[in-house]
C-alpha cells in the first residue's frame, strides 16, 4: 500500500515536471526575435491559458515608435482585425501556426493547395433573406448595417437579429492608432412568440398594430485597449424587435435577465 509520503513525493515530482515544461516553453518563445513586417499571432487578452486560445490573432510586427522604449520584453503590433497597433508581450506572441495539410492517400498525387476566393468584406453588405452575411468572429462591422426591407409582421431573421444586437450594443472599430475598439459576441439568438406593440410595455417610433417580436439574446462585450481588455461576460437580455417606418429591423424596449460579470484582462 502506497504510503501518504509517497503520494506526497510522487504530487510534488509532477508539479516541478509540469513547472519545467512551462519554463522551458516560455523560454522558447522569449527568445525567438521578429523583425517589422514579420507575420505573427499576438495573444491580446495576455493570457496563455488554453481556454484564451481563441484569442490569437494574426498581426505584423511594426517599428517602435519615439518614445516606446524597447526594452526586450514586448513588439509592437498591428492586429489584422482591426488595424490597430497594441503592444504584445514575448511570452504572448508566437509565428502563424499554418494548417497541416492533408494527408496523400496510397498511390495518390498530394493535393494541390489552390488559394483561397477572396472573402467579401463583412461591413456594408446588404443582409437578410435576399443576402446573408456570415460575418468572422474577428471582424468590426460598419454600423448601422444595410437591411433588406421587411413587413411588420414578418418574422425575423436571426443573422441580421446577431448583426443589428452587434450595432446595438456597441460594437465599434477605431482608426490606426487610436484604442478602445468594442467587440460584441452574440453567442445565442432565441426567437420568442410574436405580440402587439403596448404602449405600456414598448418603446420606439411603432404604434397600435405594430408586431412584435421578442428575442433573448446571450453576448459578450469587449473593449480592446493597449495595456488590457476589459470584458463584460454572460449578457442575457430580451430585445423587442419590431418593423420601424424604413422597413429595417430595429430593437425597441429591453428587459434585463443576467447582468454580465466584468473583467479586466491586462496584455
Request: net charge negative; hydrophobic share 35%.
Amino acid at each position: 500500500m502506497v504510503s501518504q509520503e509517497a503520494r506526497h513525493r510522487a504530487s510534488v515530482t509532477r508539479f516541478a515536471l509540469r513547472s519545467l515544461l512551462l519554463i522551458a516553453a516560455t523560454d522558447v518563445a522569449a527568445n525567438q526575435t521578429y523583425q517589422p513586417g514579420d507575420r505573427v499571432e499576438c495573444n491580446f487578452v495576455g493570457s496563455l491559458a488554453p481556454q484564451h486560445e481563441k484569442y490569437f490573432e494574426a498581426g505584423t510586427v511594426e517599428p517602435f515608435q519615439p518614445g516606446d522604449q524597447p526594452d526586450g520584453s514586448w513588439y509592437r503590433v498591428r492586429a489584422d482585425s482591426n488595424k490597430v497597433e497594441y503592444p504584445c508581450r514575448v511570452e504572448h506572441i508566437r509565428e502563424i501556426r499554418a494548417a497541416p495539410a492533408p494527408a496523400a492517400l496510397p498511390n495518390q498525387p498530394a493535393p494541390t493547395r489552390v488559394q483561397p476566393a477572396a472573402r467579401p468584406a463583412a461591413t456594408g453588405q446588404v443582409i437578410g433573406r435576399n443576402a446573408t452575411a456570415a460575418t468572422p468572429a474577428l471582424d468590426f462591422l460598419n454600423c448601422p448595417v444595410q437591411q433588406d426591407a421587411v413587413e411588420n409582421g414578418d418574422e425575423p431573421d436571426r443573422d441580421v437579429v446577431a448583426l443589428v444586437i452587434r450595432c446595438a450594443k456597441g460594437e465599434k472599430a477605431v482608426p490606426a492608432g487610436q484604442e478602445g475598439a468594442v467587440k460584441v459576441d452574440v453567442l445565442n439568438v432565441q426567437i420568442g412568440r410574436s405580440r402587439d406593440w403596448s404602449y405600456a410595455q414598448d418603446r420606439g417610433n411603432a404604434s397600435e398594430g405594430t408586431i412584435v417580436y421578442p428575442v433573448k439574446a446571450t453576448y459578450n462585450v469587449r473593449t480592446l485597449y493597449r495595456a488590457a481588455t476589459e470584458v463584460e461576460e454572460g449578457w442575457v437580455r430580451i430585445l423587442n424587435f419590431y418593423v420601424n417606418a424604413f422597413g429595417e429591423w430595429q430593437i425597441g424596449s429591453e428587459e434585463n435577465v443576467r447582468t454580465a460579470a466584468t473583467k479586466r484582462i491586462d496584455n
